[in-house]
């Protein structure tokens, strides 16, 4: 007991305070959104403990499970590389993925615990990673549960077939498969495996005992339309019906016959066929088809009869383990995007039903159906329905739209936070103070009325709020700016065709737009007009190609309500898209167009471009390595080249990158003798990084150009390095990182430029520059890869920037730019201590109080993107990839706003004391000097 004591004692000399995050604050600031990406496969898994789960996957390498009652995330898997194959067997799902090399990997379905993997060594990688035949899969890979017990799991790819124990994975036998022909089809009979392979005008089947591995042709059907892209599929009952696109016919096979039989089809059945014609199984039955996803064929005798159909719908099937079948038909259409369902129970229709939606969506691309164990008269079923937009819905058997997941919002491609517009109050206020009065005396009683009433509304708000908030919470529906401009809507532009509207309160998607058929030329969001100049509504806009325009397509829209305002066909193509800073009247920005022949074209009216006034542009041709900049005075007109730079033959463009950070305050630095030392501010400063091609050993060059003259301000180049690079330039410095290949590391570079001329001058001009700037540079180490960089913007540029780092761990560390001071040195001199600058150590540490989003990591960070705020204190920060993350950061603490701890009852005594001190005090002396007088 002693020792314990003593242990105790001596342990509590090492305890120290920690800055830590209370339970009550995590997600009163930010807000973190999950999800699984782009899924094309589901599964219904019934756990131990009776809650259901929605197994989900698709072909970008991540697994997952979602409750089947709130539709949340219970689990989900990153595989770290495109998936081939997902077979759920029992309470395991099996998977088969991987890059350069394939693995075979186990997980229990209830929990996602990794179960065991193994690798699938010297097999090629499927050129079709992600067939969308349920059976027939040339050249795919194939996972089947085999054994009489069905405990062993069989996989067939690139030429090998090999057999794996189910509860460990260890591989009980593999063996070489007939590389004459692809193999198409893999089932397991008792046990057996049977094969069938694919050849120019002939079909062969196989047969593998399991138990002495013998393998057995016992079956060869030739027939001359058979081509290694002939669309098949083998039924339950073992028929094999093929469809020969040349003849236009199907075609029979039975599992007696060894000779293929035309099929007779139905006039109503041959009208409805699509020109590409897909055929599917229906698991559970011997003589039905599905046909174009649309169409449920019987095979009977030597003809097919069409049981059951929609016309511009898709159909899914499914069935329960007493072999009870039911097919779903969903038919989208209408202004609100809802489905129209029409559940079939042993091909029968049954009552049909709507399932609203709120929102417009894309079409319906797939449905799986499941069948819960009741009565054969009276099935309940479920069902998954994957749509254009990505998203997922699961559907109950009494119409009921159980929930919806947004698994686009995974694929953002572009983003812009956009500021909200004040009250209607506000600017009907707004307005009064804008009228044309040529009297000041007027317009300053106007401005006074105007703040009054304000005041007024304010206060009248806060009491009907107290008495609310008692009875109903405040609801935060309406999209208002808030006292300090916090609240903003993200627009974000997925690779689903898609615009998304989400308030960067909570994360809730506002409104969502769906393009059909739009695909974006420029990844980006064109924000043409904002939200404070009312009546005018919001502008923005983005460009892509559509089908119906034989050039690009203009699609606006107000961000604010996801409101289609205008779709403008343009009669050429666009090449580059340049938001000018000239407005009309109305506060709308204009657009350049530079068309593919060279042309420049004004979007709308008049750009207002004058000669004297040029606009200078710049083009990086990444193909040619060529980087072009000219200069357009007026629209319609051909740019005037200025000049033209080609780099050389063995470097490769990676990125270019612009200067998109705000406001700059300070225009110089205090230097340790009081002196100045102004900042190089070149407004039209770019970094491009390049990688060299074609060595053993790559390098990475950094160029810093004048995009207006063309000149070359800055070049360095690290020796074997490679990518990934990653760079930010921000007033007059650029930090960048790249992988160090000798030094097995991520390095991070600084680098800082300022003027030799040691003065400034207020409009800068890349027609005569000045002399080179000074360079200052220093290197950093870091323990852990980096996949983003970012910096801090507020509304003046007035608050320190801290520089943000996305890392591949998905934390996203804050890290001072004071820290990065190039002019850091490893023994301390005279300036350094003066300044307080510290001793420079090369390696970074990211402690725990450095990551901003502490343990909400954000899978796959593919961009950080930061906002201002009304508060110079504060800036927004929003994070995404798989995930998405928002939170706010306070480089220099919060200086501008009060604490919450703050003690206003002591303030207030205090201030009411010195008042009362003060009133006391004055007649006093008043008082005293009257006395003074009269002597």
């Not at 009065?437 to 009491?463: C, H, M, T, W």
């Not at 030392?677 to 039209?684: E, S």
Request: proline letters at 4%; aromatic letters at 8%.
């Amino acid at each position: 007991m002693l020792k314990i004591v003593h242990f105790c004692l001596f342990s509590l000399l090492f305890l120290q305070s920690v800055l830590s995050l209370y339970e009550d604050q995590v997600g009163s600031f930010d807000w973190h959104r999950r999800f699984l990406g782009h899924v094309t496969w589901s599964s219904l898994e019934q756990s131990t403990g009776g809650r259901r789960k929605v197994l989900l996957g698709g072909p970008q390498g991540v697994i997952g499970a979602v409750n089947a009652g709130p539709g949340s995330i219970a689990w989900r898997q990153e595989l770290g590389g495109p998936i081939y194959e997902i077979l759920h067997h029992q309470s395991t799902l099996i998977t088969v993925s991987g890059d350069s090399h394939m693995l075979l990997k186990a997980w229990h379905t209830d929990t996602g615990i990794f179960k065991w993997e193994v690798p699938l060594s010297s097999r090629a990688t499927p050129t079709n990673q992600w067939p969308s035949s349920a059976n027939w899969r040339p050249n795919g890979v194939s996972v089947i549960a085999c054994g009489v017990k069905k405990d062993q799991i069989a996989v067939s790819s690139g030429g090998i077939l090999s057999v794996h124990s189910l509860r460990s994975g260890k591989e009980l036998w593999n063996m070489q498969l007939d590389s004459d022909g692809l193999l198409c089809h893999m089932e397991s009979s008792g046990g057996e495996i049977e094969l069938v392979y694919l050849l120019n005008g002939e079909l062969k089947f196989e047969r593998i005992s399991m138990s002495n591995r013998e393998s057995k042709v016992y079956k060869n059907v030739n027939a001359q339309w058979l081509t290694l892209d002939t669309q098949c599929t083998v039924t339950d009952g073992g028929l094999v019906v093929c469809w020969s696109s040349s003849s236009k016919q199907f075609y029979l096979l039975k599992t007696d016959s060894t000779s293929f039989e035309p099929l007779n089809m139905e006039d109503n059945l041959s009208s409805l066929l699509s020109s590409e014609v897909s055929i599917t199984e229906i698991t559970g039955e011997d003589n039905y088809l599905l046909v174009d996803d649309t169409h449920i064929v019987s095979i009977d005798d030597s003809s097919l009869k069409l049981s059951l159909y929609c016309t511009g719908c898709k159909m899914g099937t499914g069935f329960n383990e007493r072999g009870d079948t039911a097919g779903v038909v969903v038919k989208w259409g209408g202004s609100n995007g809802g489905l129209v369902v029409t559940p079939s129970i042993n091909n029968e229709k049954g009552q049909t039903f709507t399932v609203q939606s709120s929102v417009e969506r894309g079409g319906v691309v797939k449905i799986d159906v499941f069948i819960l164990s009741k009565s054969v008269t009276d099935l309940s079923w479920r069902a998954v329905v994957f749509r254009d937009d990505s998203s997922v819905s699961f559907i109950s058997s009494n119409g009921e739209l159980v929930w919806s997941r947004e698994e686009g919002l995974a694929s953002i491609v572009a983003m812009e936070m956009m500021d909200l517009p004040s009250s209607q109050s506000a600017a009907e206020g707004f307005l009064s103070l804008l009228e044309e009065d040529s009297n000041p005396f007027l317009l300053a009683y106007k401005r006074v009325n105007f703040q009054l009433g304000l005041a007024r509304q304010f206060i009248e708000d806060v009491i009907k709020r107290g008495v609310a908030s008692i009875i109903k919470p405040v609801s935060s529906e309406e999209l208002l700016r808030d006292e300090f401009n916090t609240r903003k809507v993200i627009v974000a532009i997925t690779s689903y065709n898609t615009i998304y509207g989400i308030d960067s309160l909570k994360g809730k998607v506002v409104w969502q737009l769906y393009l059909p058929k739009l695909l974006p030329l420029i990844n980006e969001v064109y924000i043409l007009r904002s939200s404070v100049h009312p009546p005018h509504p919001p502008l923005a806009a983005i460009v892509g190609v559509a089908p119906h325009c034989t050039g690009s397509v203009v699609i606006e829209f107000n961000p604010i309500s996801g409101e289609l305002t205008n779709q403008n066909c343009l009669p050429y193509s666009v090449k580059q898209v340049v938001l000018l800073p000239m407005t009309d009247p109305t506060h709308q920005r204009k657009l350049l167009f530079i068309s593919q022949d060279g042309a420049s074209h004004c979007y709308g009216s008049d750009c207002g471009l004058q000669s004297t006034t040029p606009v200078f542009l710049y083009t990086a041709d990444i193909n040619s390595g060529t980087l072009e900049g000219a200069a357009i005075t007026r629209a319609e007109s051909l740019p005037i080249p200025a000049w033209r730079t080609v780099i050389p033959k063995n470097e490769k463009i990676l990125k270019v990158i612009n200067n998109r950070y705000g406001h700059t305050h300070s225009l110089g630095r205090v230097r340790y003798d009081r002196s100045v030392q102004y900042k190089y501010l070149n407004p039209h400063l770019v970094a491009m990084a390049t990688q060299t091609i074609g060595q053993s050993k790559p390098n990475i060059n950094i160029y810093l150009l004048d995009v207006v003259n063309g000149g070359v301000v800055h070049h360095v180049t690290h020796k074997q390095a490679t990518t990934p690079v990653n760079i930010v330039l921000c007033e007059n410095w650029i930090v960048y990182t790249y992988y160090n290949i000798k030094a097995y590391r991520t390095e991070l570079v600084v680098t800082e430029l300022y003027d030799p001329r040691n003065e400034t001058e207020s409009i800068w001009s890349s027609l005569t520059p000045p002399t080179l700037p000074l360079v200052t540079s220093q290197s950093y180490l870091l323990g852990t890869g980096i996949v983003s960089l970012s910096v801090t913007a507020t509304q003046r540029g007035i608050t320190h920037r801290d520089l943000l780092l996305g890392l591949s761990s998905g934390h996203i560390a804050s890290l001072d730019k004071e820290i990065l001071d190039p002019r850091r040195n490893i023994t301390p001199n005279q300036e350094m201590m003066d300044e307080g600058l510290p001793i420079y150590i090369p390696l970074i540490d990211f402690s725990a109080k450095r990551l901003i989003n502490y343990n909400q990591t954000v899978t796959n960070i593919r961009s950080i993107v930061t906002s201002p705020t009304g508060l110079e204190s504060t800036s927004l920060v929003f994070a995404y990839g798989l995930d998405l993350y928002l939170t706010r950061v306070t480089p220099s603490k919060q200086f501008d706003v009060l604490a919450e701890d703050f003690d206003y009852k002591l303030i207030a005594l205090v201030v009411g004391g010195l008042t009362l001190a003060t009133i006391v005090s004055s007649r006093l002396s008043a008082r005293k000097m009257l006395s003074l007088l009269w002597q």
